[in-house]
């Protein structure tokens, strides 16, 4: 005879298998694939949905996405107070060489005496001490509960598009037209690039974006391995540093 307890237990891992998991037949071997487990989890994605989107028409977003933007819109906004800190004391004395300014190709100092340093008329990062702040802002409402309505959302979107080929116009100019690089800049730069892709993958998921024809396909592909997309984002731009600097970082070897 077979022991109840042992009889009861797996009568409850099984019923919380089937009740969970999908219909056997879409496994291989008694192995669930990464697509079968995601399309298992719908019912919890719906829930989180649930959660998180208000029948107002509101939309929220998870606990991941705001802390994200606390934590990018922190670093971005440290970055931007150093550098308005060092912009004001190299305005007040010109010959002040800037915390940042390390080496020939390091040099802060260089990159703040050129007009695209104020490529608005004024200091960019007096914009990023704005933009930032907005950002954590956004960050920490979300961690509070809130839910913003699709127009917000929409705010959200353009500003981290904005911010994104902001930095991107940035990071050609010192490459390839100054000549050197800016520390504190480039922390700036590492923060705004996963924002902009985990709220594009937000506002795609919700419904901010509409998604074309065939597109939840490409978009479920994306989420699958989205930190592929910020891990290689990160590594052409180091590349492009790289190649770009080369003769002078050859010597440090």
């Known amino acids: 005879?077979?022991?109840?307890?042992?009889?009861?237990?797996?009568?409850?891992?099984?019923?919380?298998?089937?009740?969970?998991l999908p219909d056997p037949a879409w496994t291989r071997n008694g192995v669930m694939t990464i697509s079968e487990l995601d399309r298992a989890r719908g019912g919890q994605d719906q829930r989180e949905t649930d959660r998180t989107d208000g029948s107002d028409g509101t939309v929220g977003a998870g606990r991941a996405l705001a802390w994200l933007l606390v934590v990018t819109g922190a670093v971005g906004l440290a970055a931007a107070f150093v550098l308005s800190i060092e912009k004001i004391k190299l305005l007040e004395d010109p010959s002040y060489v800037p915390s940042c300014s390390l080496n020939p190709v390091l040099s802060c100092g260089s990159v703040m005496k050129t007009w695209q340093a104020s490529a608005f008329g004024f200091p960019n990062m007096f914009m990023g001490l704005a933009g930032y702040a907005v950002v954590m802002a956004v960050g920490v409402a979300l961690l509070a509960g809130a839910r913003f309505q699709r127009w917000f959302w929409v705010g959200v979107q353009l500003g981290a598009t904005f911010g994104v080929g902001f930095i991107h116009w940035l990071v050609f100019q010192s490459l390839y037209r100054i000549g050197a690089l800016c520390p504190y800049c480039m922390v700036a730069w590492a923060a705004t690039i996963p924002m902009f892709v985990y709220v594009t993958l937000h506002s795609l998921k919700r419904g901010v974006i509409p998604l074309p024809a065939g597109g939840r396909k490409a978009l479920d592909a994306v989420l699958e391995f989205h930190w592929v997309v910020v891990l290689t984002w990160y590594l052409v731009i180091a590349m492009l540093i790289l190649t770009r600097f080369w003769s002078y970082w050859k010597t440090l070897l």
């Open 1 to 20: 005879m077979s022991d109840p307890c042992v009889s009861g237990t797996w009568a409850g891992v099984g019923s919380l298998y089937w009740g969970v």
